[in-house]
């Protein structure tokens, strides 16, 4: 590269091959402009911090119910470590991520910051990886399997490339996304936003989230209630319709169990919970609205069973009288052999247990047992 010089006062000159190679020894890498010299900001990158029984498989399945040494897997670990974040469990396949998130409330866009998760939406599966540089248009990230190898990857790519940027918490941030704390407000006029908060179309921490107020823009507001554990403020939109914005965190925030008509809810500080949650030692699945699932439940391509109390059922479960079995995971098991102390099992591609007939040269007894052959 040929690097000009611009004179700057008469017999005084500063060459800009000098200032890059100055930049370079110090650390930053360099964006080049038209006519300008920009250090890109550090980068946040943390290597293979992802835990030595998740990489090395000796646990198969991780404390958010996925399978270790998957990008999911690391993908979650960083927002727990890093982010402060707990991915609800049994989040599904990456390539669902996106999708799920946007329908529970997160903040899914184009923009990529650090901390937010990059999501693609790409062959069967998908991809996701932890952001931990923004460099211009393009985005340092983060993973595990890239490639399907399994192992840790830090690489740089085109922001454009990817899908989306799942926006749970970003490092740095206080509320995920949702909720903001603001200082005490007045029962009505203009209030001015220091940072990020959702606007709603229901006064519901579970209601869809059409946009955001970001720091220094403000709102004309007309009237302000309490409800879920927070002080919300509310106006009309220029479409005619009212729109909700929850600000301060009250005193009375709902926790635990709460039940409305005959639907379960379980609340944390406020807020409903969503997705896996694990309760006292169970887990339970919640709705996009907060309800508590009971039933089948098919997530990702695995099917559940949670009981009529909503906790998820693990082992043998006779339904409408046909037996399944289900993992230490929840997840049911299909087309496969399997042992329980110390019989051979086997289950089709609906998981329903096989009785009284033959399979793979086997008979199966009236309970499902294997008739072993005799060694002689």
Not at 167 to 181: E, L, R, V
Not at 207 to 214: A, K, N
Not at 307 to 320: A, H, Y
């Amino acid at each position: 590269m040929n690097f000009s010089e611009t004179k700057r006062k008469k017999g005084r000159t500063v060459r800009k091959g000098l200032v890059r190679a100055i930049a370079l020894l110090t650390g930053g890498s360099i964006l080049f402009g038209s006519s300008t010299v920009q250090a890109q900001q550090a980068s946040s990158a943390r290597g293979d911090d992802y835990p030595l029984y998740y990489k090395d498989g000796s646990q198969e399945i991780d404390k958010w119910r996925m399978y270790s040494r998957q990008c999911t897997s690391f993908a979650a670990f960083r927002l727990s470590s890093v982010n402060g974040f707990e991915l609800p469990a049994a989040y599904g396949n990456a390539k669902e991520w996106g999708y799920r998130a946007r329908r529970e409330g997160y903040h899914v866009d184009k923009t990529p910051s650090i901390g937010a998760i990059a999501w693609y939406d790409i062959g069967d599966y998908g991809h996701v990886a932890w952001v931990s540089n923004v460099l211009g248009d393009m985005v340092e990230i983060e993973e595990y399997n890239y490639d399907y190898t399994g192992k840790y990857h830090r690489r740089t790519v085109k922001a454009n490339s990817i899908t989306g940027f799942i926006h749970f918490k970003d490092a740095g941030s206080s509320s995920g996304g949702t909720t903001q704390p603001q200082a005490t407000i007045a029962s009505s006029g203009t209030h001015r936003f220091t940072e990020k908060v959702a606007i709603m179309d229901q006064p519901s921490l579970a209601s869809t989230i059409f946009d955001y107020y970001e720091p220094g823009m403000s709102v004309h507001y007309d009237q302000t209630f309490e409800k879920d554990g927070f002080r919300w403020i509310t106006y009309i939109a220029r479409s005619g319709n009212r729109r909700y914005i929850p600000l301060i965190k009250t005193e009375t925030s709902k926790n635990g169990w709460q039940k409305q008509g005959s639907v379960w809810y379980y609340y944390e500080n406020g807020k409903v919970a969503l997705g896996w949650k694990k309760i006292n030692g169970s887990w339970y699945y919640f709705q996009t609205s907060g309800a508590m699932r009971t039933g089948w439940l098919k997530d990702g391509s695995k099917w559940y069973y949670l009981k009529s109390s909503g906790e998820m059922q693990t082992g043998w479960l006779k339904d409408k009288g046909i037996w399944y079995y289900l993992e230490n995971s929840g997840a049911m098991k299909t087309d496969q052999w399997f042992q329980v102390s110390g019989k051979y099992y086997y289950v089709n591609t609906s998981g329903v247990l096989a009785v009284d007939t033959t399979i793979d040269d086997f008979q199966v007894d009236s309970n499902g047992a294997r008739i072993e052959k005799s060694s002689q």
